[in-house]
Structures are given as C-alpha cells and as structure tokens.
C-alpha cells in the first residue's frame, strides 16, 4: 500500500469500511463512513444531547422544558405524573352541535345539513324542503322537475288538454308535438 496512514474504519459495527473522508459524530465523538453518520443510522445513544427539540405534553398541550442531557420522555413522563393540569372532566368536546330549526325538533347533528332554498339548518328527519315547511324561494321542487317543468313550457310542445302545475310537479291530460 502506498499510504497505509490515511483513512479511518467507520464505527458502525456491521459496516468497518475504510474511509478515506471519515466524519466525526458530533454527539458521541465517534468516526463513520458517509452511511452512517446520521445519528438514526449508527443508532446513537449520545442524540438527545445535541437534537434539540421541545417536547410537548401529549394531554394538556404545554411545551415542556428540557434541559441539556436530560432525556425528553423521562421529562414529559415527570410532567405528566406531577405537574400536568389536564382534567378529561373539563375537555369534554361537543360533537353535536348543529341544533334543527324545524319548530318543536330539539335534534342536534353532526355536520351541517343547509336547506339549498331557505338556507336554514336541519336535521336529517327535516332536511327535505317539504319537511321543514320551507317558505325559502317559493315551492320546494327538485331540480329534476324544473327541468321537466321547463321543457314542458317551452314553445314547440303543444297542449291539447289542461295542464296544471301543483306541489311543484307538471300535471297534464294530454300532449302532442
């Protein structure tokens, strides 16, 4: 060999590659190849040092200080057994909270359920036009049957009987184009 001094193995202990750039750990001070130097990959016990994060408490949502050296679970276990001030009773989330506006229903849902007419909250018994009693934008049709509706009132289709229209549907005795 012609330059037997240079390199350093990596210190990872499946990998002893001879590296010719070794990278020093900067945390356990340790020499590894370009593989191996994160602290994941060499599996560090020395990370917690310099991987600097704020932990917080999975209950009350607080940022928990740590300090350097000090293990971040141990420290948020410490804060949960001592000094978190989460109480369940307190945190109880409404989940029905969307109350009917049909007179006399006292339901709550979910989710919203918005008349497309009158533009008021329902329930899923009352959602319907014709179920609220909706006084929204005139009679309570689908869009299916204003079509219909349309279609039918349009020059070319001519009526040979009456033709009325009641509860939103087209009513006829006879037609012929």
């Given amino acids: 060999m012609e330059l037997p001094g240079l390199g350093q193995p990596c210190s990872a202990s499946s990998c002893r590659r001879l590296d010719f750039l070794p990278l020093k750990c900067d945390a356990c001070e340790e020499v590894f190849c370009k593989d191996h130097i994160t602290y ?8 917690y ?18 300090r350097r050296g000090e293990m971040p679970d141990v420290v948020v276990g410490a804060h949960m ?47 319907h036009p014709l179920d609220h009693d909706c006084k929204g934008g005139g009679r309570p ?3 299916a049957g204003y079509a219909a509706i349309m279609r039918a009132s349009k020059s070319n289709v001519k009526f040979t009987g009456s033709s009325t229209v009641s509860n939103g549907l087209l009513q006829h005795n006879g037609c012929r184009q």
């Fill in 40 to 47: 994941d990959q060499h599996k560090c016990t020395s990370s």
């Fill in 49 to 66: 040092k310099k991987d600097v994060q704020v932990p917080v408490c999975p209950l009350c949502n607080t940022p928990i200080p740590v």
């Fill in 81 to 127: 057994d001592r000094d978190c001030k989460y109480n369940p009773a307190q945190h109880k989330e409404r989940i029905f909270t969307n109350k009917c506006l049909k007179s006399g229903c006292k339901r709550k849902e979910m989710m919203k359920l918005v008349c497309d007419q009158c533009h008021g909250n329902f329930c899923i018994k009352h959602r």
């Fill in 141 to 143: 049709i689908s869009k």
